[in-house]
C-alpha cells in the first residue's frame, strides 16, 4: 500500500530510479514534487507516483523525456488510452525482440551464412510512437503529420527516400558544411520533411539537428546510411544553414 506521500528516497526505492534522477525529473519540468517541507525537501503523492509510472513507462518504449513531457501535458492527454496505446507498443518490442531471438538461434545453427537484415528495421513500432506523439504531442508540427496521415504501405518508402538524402550528405562528409553542395543536401532534407511529415521551419530544422546527434536511434539510423560521423556532419551543416537564415 503506497503512503499518501513520500520522501525521495522512498520513491526511489519503491521504483528503482535514482533520487538524483527525481531532482533531474523536477528541474526540467517533467515531474515536480506534490509539495516541499520546510526543511525543502521533495514530498510526492498518489497522483505524482501516477505520473511517474506513466513517464517510467514511455522511457522502457525509448520516448525521449522532452516527448513525454509534451504527451503528459496535453490538455487532451487520456490516461487509460494512453496505458492501452503502450501497451500495444509493448506488445510491438515484445514481437520484435522475439523475432530477434528466432534469427539469432538460425545464425547459432546454421552459422553466419544466414543473412536477414530486415528482422532489425523497426518501421512497425516507430509508425506506431508517431501517431503517438501525434495525437498527444499538442505541437503544431505533430498536428501536421497527423493530417497527413502517413499510410503503412509508403511509411518504408519515405524512410528510406529520407535516409538515401543523408546517404548522399554521407558522400560528401569530407567536404565543408558550407559547401554549396552540401547546403543543397540540407535544403533537400528540410523540403523533404515538409512534404512528407509536417512544415519544417528553420527553427524546427535546428531542432532536428540537435535530435540527430542526441538522440542515439537518429544517430545510428544517420550513420549507416552515410558512414560513421554522418550524423555529426549533417548537424553541423545544419547550423550553417540556420545561422545564414538568422535562426
Known amino acids: 500500500m503506497i503512503k499518501k506521500t513520500m520522501s525521495v528516497h522512498e520513491v526511489a526505492k519503491l521504483t528503482g530510479i535514482t533520487?538524483?534522477?527525481?531532482?533531474?525529473?523536477?528541474?526540467?519540468?517533467?515531474?515536480?514534487?506534490?509539495?516541499?517541507?520546510e526543511a525543502g525537501y521533495r514530498m510526492y503523492d498518489d497522483t505524482a507516483l501516477s505520473r511517474l509510472q506513466s513517464i517510467l513507462l514511455f522511457r522502457e518504449l525509448e520516448f525521449p523525456l522532452k516527448e513525454i513531457k509534451a504527451i503528459l501535458d496535453s490538455p487532451n492527454f487520456d490516461a487509460s488510452e494512453?496505458?492501452?496505446?503502450?501497451?500495444?507498443?509493448?506488445?510491438l518490442k515484445c514481437k520484435h525482440i522475439e523475432e530477434l531471438?528466432?534469427?539469432?538461434?538460425?545464425?547459432?545453427?546454421?552459422?553466419?551464412?544466414?543473412?536477414?537484415?530486415?528482422v532489425f528495421g523497426k518501421s512497425?513500432?516507430?509508425?506506431?510512437?508517431?501517431?503517438?506523439?501525434?495525437?498527444?504531442?499538442?505541437?503544431?508540427?505533430?498536428?501536421?503529420?497527423?493530417?497527413?496521415n502517413i499510410a503503412q504501405n509508403n511509411y518504408s518508402k519515405?524512410?528510406?527516400?529520407?535516409?538515401?538524402?543523408?546517404?548522399?550528405?554521407?558522400?560528401?562528409?569530407?567536404?565543408?558544411?558550407?559547401a554549396d553542395e552540401v547546403q543543397?543536401?540540407?535544403?533537400?532534407?528540410?523540403?523533404?520533411?515538409?512534404?512528407?511529415?509536417?512544415?519544417?521551419?528553420?527553427?524546427v530544422l535546428s531542432g532536428l539537428g540537435e535530435m540527430y546527434v542526441g538522440d542515439e536511434r537518429f544517430?545510428?539510423?544517420?550513420?549507416?546510411?552515410?558512414?560513421?560521423?554522418?550524423?555529426?556532419?549533417?548537424?553541423?551543416?545544419?547550423?550553417?544553414?540556420?545561422?545564414?537564415r538568422n535562426v
Open 19 to 37: 533520487a538524483r534522477t527525481l531532482h533531474y525529473y523536477d528541474e526540467i519540468g517533467i515531474l515536480k514534487p506534490t509539495r516541499l517541507t
Open 158 to 178: 519515405i524512410t528510406n527516400e529520407l535516409m538515401t538524402i543523408f546517404s548522399e550528405l554521407g558522400k560528401i562528409k569530407h567536404l565543408s558544411p558550407n
Open 82 to 91: 494512453a496505458i492501452s496505446q503502450q501497451i500495444e507498443l509493448l506488445e
Open 219 to 244: 544517430r545510428n539510423n544517420i550513420d549507416n546510411a552515410g558512414g560513421d560521423g554522418t550524423a555529426d556532419f549533417v548537424k553541423q551543416a545544419i547550423i550553417v544553414y540556420c545561422s545564414k
Open 184 to 203: 543543397n543536401g540540407i535544403a533537400a532534407i528540410q523540403k523533404f520533411i515538409t512534404d512528407n511529415y509536417y512544415e519544417c521551419t528553420n527553427k
Open 124 to 148: 512497425e513500432i516507430e509508425k506506431y510512437k508517431a501517431e503517438i506523439k501525434a495525437k498527444w504531442g499538442n505541437t503544431k508540427e505533430y498536428q501536421e503529420y497527423k493530417q497527413k
Open 101 to 118: 531471438i528466432t534469427f539469432a538461434r538460425e545464425i547459432q545453427n546454421k552459422g553466419t551464412t544466414a543473412m536477414n537484415f530486415e
